[in-house]
């Protein structure tokens, strides 16, 4: 059953990066509207899940792949910040002083 779930996690990885990418061309904030769909219907789901009683193991296990597929949307953001770049092997100079990060 895990492993279904993990593969879930990871098409919620693929989805959540090609769907923040789409929307990040639309508006700048498409990224985070990804995110806050993912929060959203995470928390949702998660909560019926908990709420599933034993006698039913083929609901949980699809339940718990939907809550594997939206919580890896917020993951989408990450992106949003440009790299940091240092020179001299992380080493950021500021009125002489060497700040080492």
């Not at 700048?28 to 006698?55: D, F, H, M, S």
């Not at 939907?66 to 240092?86: E, N, Q, T």
Request: aromatic content about 8%; glycine content about 12%; some cysteine.
């Amino acid at each position: 059953m895990m492993t279904v779930v993990v593969m879930c996690m990871a098409a919620g990885n693929v989805l959540g990066g090609a769907l923040g990418d789409w929307l990040f061309t639309r508006t700048r904030r498409g990224r985070l509207l990804i995110c806050l769909v993912g929060v959203l219907v995470g928390i949702i789901a998660l909560l019926i899940t908990i709420r599933v009683p034993p006698e039913r193991p083929w609901l949980f296990a699809g339940m718990l792949c939907v809550v594997g597929l939206f919580i890896p949307l917020l993951r989408s953001k990450c992106d949003c910040h440009r790299p940091r770049y240092y020179p001299a092997g992380g080493a950021q100079y500021r009125a002489g002083n060497p700040v080492i990060y």
